[in-house]
């Protein structure tokens, strides 16, 4: 292993609701996601897998506990350093989000416009590359209507890894589709981050996926119950690949 924490949660807490309502969802939550890891965090609906991604994900506020993301203290974080942050990771959804009106290509742009204002070439280019690696290159003028469940979601993809993330998370990524669609959008992601050095988390109850990952954390009842490390592909030595070119120039 590199060594590299991409991730420390420590003895996360959270609620929803107040008063009468107020709702305990996680307890005492403790990971660690180290550079270039490939963690499944699965559990039945409702068990708080969302709720641990979208804290980790800068996507609500920590309430009790710790999580260190790329070296920053999430708990008491203003909202400019979650925003910052947040431009350093990957997000992948359960519908791929994409918008019908634009192509492949132009919704993969967006992913690393949205944040840096790349000059129009240089994002085609880099969008074109991504589209490439999800083996999408003869799609990429095409609009979301006309691509499969698949291959929409690996459009999501390619928009999720075109600005370079450290981290990519995946909630239920895999939920509408097929078998043969869930385990090539899984392997995808994972064979990506292997060569890329990108840490994922994907958050499934899909069990389809299991034996993909290398380690397996269980929510039940917002508590980490199990913790579990599946046999190691044939083809993984002792952590992630030295990671490609970056898509893009390194930020100034
Ligand atoms: P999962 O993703 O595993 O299905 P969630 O993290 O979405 O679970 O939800 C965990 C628990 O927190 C559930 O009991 C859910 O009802 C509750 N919960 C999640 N989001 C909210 C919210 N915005 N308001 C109130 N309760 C919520
Ligand atoms: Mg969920």
Request: glycine share 12%; hydrophobic share 45%.
């Amino acid at each position: 292993m590199t060594g590299d924490r991409i991730v420390t949660a420590q003895g996360l807490n959270h609620w929803f609701g107040s008063g009468e309502a107020r709702k305990q969802a996680l307890f005492d939550v403790t990971f660690a996601l180290d550079r270039g890891s490939f963690t499944v965090l699965m559990g039945p609906s409702g068990s708080g897998k969302t709720t641990v991604l979208t804290l980790v994900g800068c996507l609500r506020a920590v309430q009790a506990g710790s999580v260190r993301l790329l070296d920053h203290e999430l708990l008491g974080a203003g909202e400019a350093a979650l925003v910052a942050l947040r431009r350093r990771l990957g997000f992948i959804f359960q519908a791929h989000n994409l918008h019908e009106s634009l192509t492949a290509l132009e919704n993969v742009m967006m992913g690393v416009q949205v944040h840096s204002g790349l000059p129009d070439a240089l994002a085609r280019q880099a969008a074109a590359h991504a589209l490439g690696l999800v083996g999408l290159s003869d799609r990429i003028d095409y609009l979301p209507a006309n691509l499969s469940g698949g291959q929409k979601q690996r459009v999501a993809i390619a928009r999720a890894l075109v600005g370079n993330p450290a981290l990519v998370l995946a909630d239920e990524p895999t939920a509408a589709l097929d078998k043969d669609s869930a385990a090539e959008v899984v392997d995808l992601l994972k064979r990506l981050g292997r060569e890329r050095g990108t840490t994922t988390l994907l958050v499934t109850h899909d069990n389809r996926i299991l034996d993909r990952a290398d380690r397996i954390l269980t929510l039940e009842d917002g508590r980490i119950v199990r913790v579990d490390h599946p046999a190691r592909d044939a083809g993984s030595p002792d952590g992630p690949g030295s990671g490609g070119l970056p898509f893009l120039p390194p930020a100034t």
